[in-house]
């Protein structure tokens, strides 16, 4: 009888941390929206000042007291607000990273897989508007990527495959007119290119 109550509650055990994991799993998923990860990340909640890693240029990795990290590092503006939180997991950049303006404003979300950038990128203006909706793919651009001015205009709408322009490439003014809109094909393009898509507008004027 005491070796099945024991046989019980290892078993409990398991359970217990087979949910856990699927838990974990899920929400690395949720947090990702529409791009799905097919490894559990597990992070620590411990937290500590960016700071105090140290990252080894040759290899990449982040360490803590000598040891590749594995939590959450911050980093905080002169006024006490937070500015930003990254997590790390065996020394590499992982999960959700956020930064804030010294305003507590929500300006920049990313996502990160083993030091590259992954999954849905965004970033806001200070009014809290949309600035910025993209999608990396091991760390290059891929798909549709979308800019707005502060006031909400529509500013480019670019379309890309492995970081390069693939497909439709269009850019406005902040009045909405059309400057820019071509077709990269295999490295050519076609179509009306008053301006590259790497410049920016000063005061209605494309510049570099």
């Not at 982040?62 to 594995?70: G, K, L, S």
């Not at 911050?74 to 950049?93: H, S």
């Not at 590259?116 to 760390?139: F, M």
Request: hydrophobic share 35%.
């Amino acid at each position: 009888m005491q070796f099945v109550k024991s046989f019980l509650a290892l078993f409990s055990v398991f359970l217990l941390a087979q949910c856990k994991e699927r838990t974990l799993e899920s929400t690395a998923v949720a947090k990702a929206n529409t791009i799905e990860f097919n490894v559990t990340v597990i992070i620590d909640s411990v937290v500590v000042l960016k700071q105090d890693l140290l990252l080894n240029q040759l290899n990449g990795i982040w360490n803590y007291n000598n040891v590749p990290y594995n939590g959450y590092a911050v980093t905080y503006y002169p006024n006490g607000k937070i500015q930003e939180k990254l997590g790390f997991y065996k020394g590499k950049r992982e999960g959700v990273a956020e930064r804030w303006s010294e305003a507590g404003v929500l300006r920049e979300e990313r996502n990160f897989h083993q030091n590259k950038l992954v999954g849905n990128y965004k970033a806001w203006w200070e009014n809290g508007g949309i600035a910025e909706e993209s999608v990396y793919v091991d760390g290059l651009l891929d798909g549709e990527q979308k800019q707005w001015y502060p006031h909400g205009q529509l500013s480019k709408l670019r379309h890309l495959s492995k970081g390069n322009e693939d497909g439709m490439q269009k850019a406005w003014l902040k009045n909405g007119t059309l400057y820019v809109n071509y077709e990269a094909k295999n490295g050519r393009v076609f179509g009306l290119m008053r301006s590259n898509l790497c410049y920016e507008l000063k005061n209605e004027v494309v510049t570099r």
